[in-house]
């Protein structure tokens, strides 16, 4: 099976796309979460399952 | 590299796959040189380059069995302060530290107001608010912590841990004395903290170690996304020349051989000292995982006689990598 993988184009994208580890951890990201300062929209890559963001990885520098 | 997952519903297809694809090719182009992670498991990132490079642990002191072995003369004092001036007053101390020690980031100020002195109350796990205390000594700001009480009882006494949440000292005696004013604080029946590096001072300040109770795990992961770059850019104690057979099936562009020589790391058509994987150049490359462990555990091949001990002359670094928070 394949993905399409690219980075987070909006809040929305980015939110579902951080949610794919917060759920493991019992966390739901939210807009003024500390991850949005930290983590740019297009360093958050998501994949894209007919078209429901389905994981996500996040780079900082 | 952070916040990495898959949903459980296409868990087993190749997402991370592709998405450990579109990241690490999205750093090569950046033409930043490694990336580093805590690893949720440690199973899952070999298979993309990284390697364990260090190592971090927890600890479980009572107090009444905290005693220093060489009693500490007080040469600063700590003080209490707001959230306002911790975030003013402490990052110097982070930076001062983490000129000795690898394995630490530099942390924007985003970083420190978001995360580092932000107390949001669903991150307090049942403990109260954050505090921040400062040491002042020889008239700087030479030591802080930030930790938390949690108040529990039984039958009247208190048995509440003090929870540190980081505590930085930029010299010897500035970190003995944070941690002394951590170990006294009344009301608690022990200290706990988190992810300090298995050489970390207390070992040898406290007089009974093993009533520390530290319990050690993987801590950072490395990898090498530009192996000549990498090689190039971290500094060593030793000059010397080493070649290093280089396999990297995730991220092509690194195979081969690697001459690493006083300092500088250029491709080669040498004999190799060394035959490795990326991965394994990863957890050498703070100099708190020997090539001489790596070698003992089957991981890395030594080519010609004494070239385990000659880069091991090389990547070592006085102090274990110390990264003091999962990212």
Same mark, same amino acid.
């Not at chain 1, 807009?31 to 996500?56: H, K, S, T, Y």
């Given at each position: 099976?394949?993905?399409?993988?690219?980075?987070?184009? @909006?809040?929305?994208?980015?939110?579902?796309?951080?949610?794919?580890?917060?759920?493991?951890?019992?966390?739901?990201?939210?807009? @003024?979460? =500390?991850?949005?300062?930290?983590?740019?929209?297009? /360093?958050?890559?998501?994949?894209?399952?007919?078209?429901?963001?389905?994981?996500?990885?996040?780079?900082?520098? | 590299?952070?916040?990495?997952?898959?949903?459980?519903?296409?868990?087993?297809?190749? %997402?991370?796959?592709?998405?450990?694809?579109?990241?690490?090719?999205?750093?090569?182009?950046?033409?930043?040189?490694?990336?580093?992670?805590?690893?949720?498991?440690?199973?899952?990132?070999? /298979?993309?380059?990284?390697?364990?490079?260090?190592?971090?642990?927890?600890?479980?002191?009572?107090?009444?069995?905290?005693?220093?072995?060489?009693?500490?003369?007080?040469?600063?004092?700590?003080?209490?302060?707001?959230?306002?001036?911790?975030?003013?007053?402490?990052?110097?101390?982070?930076?001062?530290?983490?000129?000795? /020690?690898?394995?630490?980031?530099?942390?924007?100020?985003?970083?420190?107001?978001?995360?580092?002195?932000?107390?949001?109350?669903?991150?307090?796990?049942?403990?109260?608010?954050?505090?921040?205390?400062?040491?002042?000594?020889?008239?700087?700001?030479?030591?802080?912590?930030?930790?938390?009480?949690?108040?529990?009882?039984?039958?009247?006494?208190?048995?509440?841990?003090?929870?540190?949440?980081?505590?930085?000292?930029?010299?010897?005696?500035?970190?003995?004395?944070?941690?002394?004013?951590?170990? @006294?604080?009344?009301?608690?029946?022990?200290?706990?903290?988190?992810?300090? =590096?298995?050489?970390?001072?207390?070992?040898?300040?406290?007089?009974?170690?093993?009533?520390?109770?530290?319990?050690?795990?993987?801590?950072?992961?490395?990898?090498?996304?530009?192996?000549?770059?990498?090689?190039?850019?971290?500094?060593?104690?030793?000059?010397?020349?080493?070649?290093?057979?280089?396999?990297?099936?995730? !991220?092509?562009?690194?195979?081969?051989?690697?001459?690493?020589?006083?300092?500088?790391?250029?491709?080669?058509?040498? @004999?190799?000292?060394?035959?490795?994987?990326?991965?394994?150049?990863?957890?050498?490359?703070?100099?708190?995982?020997?090539?001489?462990?790596?070698?003992?555990?089957?991981?890395?091949?030594?080519?010609?006689?004494? %070239?385990?001990?000659?880069?091991?002359?090389?990547? /070592?670094?006085?102090?274990? =990598?110390? !990264?003091?928070?999962?990212?």
């Amino acid at each position: 099976m394949s993905f399409e993988v690219r980075p987070t184009e @909006d809040l929305r994208e980015f939110l579902a796309a951080v949610e794919s580890i917060g759920q493991y951890f019992g966390w739901h990201p939210t807009e @003024d979460d =500390p991850f949005r300062e930290n983590l740019p929209l297009e /360093r958050m890559q998501a994949a894209f399952d007919d078209g429901r963001i389905v994981g996500g990885a996040g780079a900082s520098a | 590299m952070t916040v990495v997952g898959v949903y459980p519903t296409h868990r087993r297809r190749g %997402a991370l796959r592709a998405l450990m694809r579109a990241q690490l090719d999205d750093i090569h182009e950046r033409g930043e040189p490694i990336s580093a992670l805590w690893a949720s498991e440690a199973p899952i990132y070999g /298979r993309y380059g990284y390697g364990l490079a260090s190592f971090s642990g927890e600890i479980e002191v009572m107090r009444e069995r905290n005693e220093f072995a060489i009693p500490l003369e007080r040469r600063g004092t700590v003080r209490l302060v707001e959230a306002d001036e911790a975030a003013q007053l402490f990052p110097p101390v982070l930076a001062r530290v983490r000129r000795e /020690r690898p394995g630490m980031f530099a942390r924007t100020e985003a970083w420190w107001r978001t995360r580092t002195i932000a107390d949001p109350p669903e991150r307090r796990q049942g403990a109260g608010p954050k505090r921040f205390a400062a040491l002042d000594l020889d008239g700087e700001t030479a030591a802080y912590a930030i930790y938390r009480h949690k108040p529990e009882f039984d039958a009247g006494s208190s048995t509440s841990p003090l929870r540190v949440v980081e505590a930085m000292g930029s010299s010897p005696q500035a970190s003995a004395e944070i941690w002394r004013f951590l170990l @006294d604080i009344d009301w608690t029946a022990k200290t706990v903290a988190y992810l300090l =590096p298995p050489d970390h001072p207390l070992f040898f300040l406290v007089a009974e170690p093993r009533r520390l109770r530290y319990r050690m795990a993987d801590a950072l992961w490395v990898r090498l996304v530009d192996v000549g770059a990498a090689l190039s850019g971290r500094t060593y104690l030793a000059g010397g020349a080493v070649v290093f057979d280089v396999r990297d099936a995730f !991220c092509p562009w690194n195979e081969g051989r690697w001459k690493l020589e006083d300092g500088t790391a250029v491709r080669t058509d040498e @004999d190799a000292d060394i035959r490795l994987d990326a991965a394994e150049l990863g957890s050498a490359y703070l100099g708190g995982v020997s090539f001489a462990e790596l070698a003992q555990a089957k991981r890395i091949e030594e080519l010609a006689e004494g %070239a385990v001990a000659r880069a091991d002359a090389m990547f /070592r670094w006085p102090l274990h =990598p110390w !990264c003091p928070e999962i990212f």
